[in-house]
């Protein structure tokens, strides 16, 4: 059989006639079974507080890297075509706020430049497209009729070279045009 473990503490009390002997006893081999149990409820409390840390932490991160998540999903939805998505501007003042507005601010900018573009495209085509049908006007009655007439053949080249010219001033004044719009006209000095 198992041998017994005895733990005993002893000690004395005097009174003014007699001296007691005051001895107590345990067992010990039941402290055994205590100190399993309570390394048992230990690992477990370890594991519930280790999950609930975790999942704490997912909850928090998840919180915090939102606006994140929403200013990268801003960013792969905006296009040359559509620069509408903005990035809402909710929660409290902090860096991801001020991330957000500048994020915004930055598209706003895209977009007015993508609007310019196309206002310029417009416009130089809009401007371009007289002179060339006068070219291409003056270009076939050469082809009918000016190889034979000495008189239609000088007024067509006399014309074509007209508009040549005023393209060439349209074309300068659409570079000129484009330069400043990208702030990159340099002043000189006469």
Same mark, same amino acid.
């Given at each position: 059989?198992?041998?017994?473990?005895?733990?005993?503490?002893?000690?004395?009390?005097?009174?003014?006639?007699?001296?007691?002997?005051?001895?107590?006893?345990?067992?010990?081999?039941?402290?055994?079974?205590? /100190? +399993?149990?309570?390394?048992?409820?230990? /690992? @477990?409390?370890?594991?519930? %507080?280790?999950?609930?840390?975790?999942?704490?932490?997912?909850? =928090? #991160? +998840?919180? @915090?890297?939102?606006? *994140?998540?929403? /200013?990268?999903?801003?960013?792969?939805?905006?296009?040359?075509?559509?620069?509408?998505?903005? =990035?809402?501007?909710? %929660?409290?003042?902090?860096?991801?706020?001020?991330?957000?507005?500048?994020?915004? #601010?930055?598209?706003?900018?895209?977009? !007015?430049?993508?609007?310019?573009?196309?206002?310029? *495209?417009?416009?130089? #085509?809009?401007? $371009?497209?007289?002179? =060339?049908? @006068?070219?291409? %006007?003056?270009?076939? $009655?050469?082809?009918?009729? %000016? !190889?034979?007439?000495?008189? @239609?053949?000088?007024? #067509?080249?006399?014309?074509? $070279?007209?508009?040549?010219?005023?393209?060439?001033?349209?074309?300068?004044?659409?570079?000129?045009?484009?330069?400043?719009?990208?702030?990159?006209?340099?002043?000189?000095?006469?």
């Amino acid at each position: 059989p198992e041998q017994q473990k005895i733990l005993l503490l002893s000690t004395q009390y005097q009174t003014e006639d007699n001296t007691y002997q005051i001895q107590v006893f345990k067992q010990l081999n039941g402290n055994q079974y205590f /100190i +399993h149990s309570f390394l048992t409820k230990m /690992i @477990v409390a370890d594991f519930l %507080g280790i999950f609930c840390a975790f999942l704490a932490g997912r909850y =928090i #991160s +998840h919180r @915090v890297l939102k606006p *994140v998540e929403q /200013i990268r999903t801003a960013a792969e939805q905006i296009s040359i075509h559509d620069l509408t998505q903005r =990035i809402a501007l909710e %929660g409290p003042d902090d860096e991801m706020k001020e991330l957000s507005a500048t994020f915004n #601010s930055m598209i706003d900018r895209l977009e !007015k430049a993508f609007q310019r573009q196309n206002q310029f *495209v417009s416009d130089a #085509s809009h401007e $371009l497209r007289p002179p =060339i049908s @006068v070219i291409q %006007g003056y270009a076939s $009655l050469i082809n009918r009729w %000016g !190889k034979s007439n000495p008189e @239609v053949l000088q007024e #067509s080249i006399d014309s074509i $070279l007209s508009e040549t010219e005023h393209m060439k001033e349209l074309i300068n004044n659409l570079l000129f045009l484009a330069k400043s719009d990208q702030n990159r006209m340099h002043a000189k000095r006469v």
